[in-house]
């Protein structure tokens, strides 16, 4: 009676929202205190202040039916020309607003780019640890989902790369910094993948295009973020302002394709189209236009580097492993059993609520945001203790 795959996806919560949700439970049986939630990657630094100056200046100066109308299905011109200039500065690619289409955030941004690339029975990959819903966005645009493993540094494993492309490949995406690892792929790793991407295209005679997922970007401590147009044509940025402005609840991005890239105005019209067919147009005007006054802005990331710096140094102490984030604001840890569901499971018994590997990929670990107030990684530390100590007994 109903679509079945549909019905699925909604009577089942992800993983990440089904312990979010425990914990909401959990606090008000116990006492939020009493509860470490490290599940949702839910910013937890306020906004610049400057956003919420621009909401206050726009609401009082700009006309209701200019404010709140509909813009473009693409966005307001103005907008769209305001972004592609400061990706122009900062990267020097020579976008323009015509290949600039504004999204309601980073899952929008992907679904449309992967409606817009996919014909039925193409590949997607992705490189683990990946974000699970990439599995969903993808197989809904009609591709089949094939994941890289990562080398135990959870970076690229190259030779696993090469052995899944074959024709059938459309796409692959990378995110950089990482969700959950908080990895950063470097210059040189970024090179090696294109290399790789462009010989197999040669190979095999196909167009192997990147979906660069960069909700992440602004967030990182001191490692450069190589910008993928400038390393590969075929690429195709999705960008949200969740992270970097602390707006998750906003829901306000935008893709951007790559203006080096051959046929780029028939993608921005594909993009255009999914966009249509999803019923994707018109991204909330109010946040287009506080996107536009903000673009600039950078993130307050000192808090999330004081966490980073003590849960790191706590957990390392303890014995737990793991690669050291250089960017975003999640630690992914080695289960000390090798078991990433029998390590978030454990953990509950100790209130700590931290998200299984298994649906990013990787069943060996399990994924902690730090993105939480300082107090409460220093008062879960004995109950990482206590966890561990568990596992040494």
Request: glycine share 8%; aromatic share 10%; with cysteine.
């Amino acid at each position: 009676m109903f679509n079945e795959r549909f019905y699925g996806l909604g009577s089942t919560r992800s993983v990440i929202r089904e312990l979010f949700e425990y914990g909401k439970k959990r606090k008000a049986e116990i006492g939020e205190d009493k509860v470490f939630d490290f599940s949702l990657g839910n910013p937890s630094i306020e906004p610049p202040k400057s956003v919420n100056k621009s909401i206050i200046d726009l609401v009082s100066n700009v006309s209701p039916t200019s404010l709140h109308g509909y813009t473009s299905a693409q966005g307001d011109v103005g907008v769209r020309e305001t972004i592609a200039r400061s990706i122009n500065e900062r990267f020097s690619v020579g976008i323009n607003k015509d290949l600039i289409y504004m999204t309601c955030g980073a899952a929008a941004s992907l679904t449309i780019s992967l409606g817009a690339l996919i014909n039925s029975g193409e590949k997607v990959l992705a490189l683990a640890p990946y974000f699970p819903e990439y599995k969903v966005f993808s197989e809904t645009a009609g591709a089949k989902f094939e994941v890289v493993k990562p080398l135990d540094d959870m970076t690229i494993d190259f030779d696993d790369l090469s052995s899944k492309i074959d024709k059938s490949v459309k796409a692959i995406i990378v995110n950089s910094p990482n969700n959950p690892s908080g990895v950063v792929y470097s210059k040189e790793i970024i090179e090696k993948l294109c290399d790789i991407l462009r010989a197999k295209s040669k190979e095999l005679g196909t167009r192997i295009f990147i979906i660069c997922d960069e909700p992440y970007r602004e967030i990182t401590y001191g490692e450069e973020v190589p910008y993928l147009m400038n390393y590969y044509d075929d690429t195709v940025v999705c960008y949200s302002y969740s992270k970097s402005l602390s707006l998750p609840g906003e829901r306000i991005g935008y893709i951007a394709i790559n203006p080096k890239m051959q046929d780029s105005e028939k993608l921005y019209l594909a993009v255009c189209g999914a966009g249509r067919a999803y019923g994707y147009v018109c991204a909330p005007s109010l946040f287009q236009f506080v996107a536009k006054e903000n673009v600039s802005q950078k993130a307050l990331v000192a808090e999330y580097k004081e966490n980073r710096d003590v849960l790191c140094d706590a957990l390392s102490k303890l014995g737990y492993e793991f690669a050291k984030p250089d960017g975003a604001f999640y630690l992914f840890v080695k289960s000390p059993s090798g078991d990433g569901e029998e390590f978030s499971k454990r953990a509950l018994k100790h209130e700590l609520l931290i998200v299984a590997g298994t649906g990013f990929g990787v069943k060996t670990h399990a994924r902690i945001s730090y993105c939480v107030s300082k107090q409460q990684i220093l008062n879960s530390i004995p109950a990482f203790t206590a966890l561990m100590d568990e596992y040494k007994a």
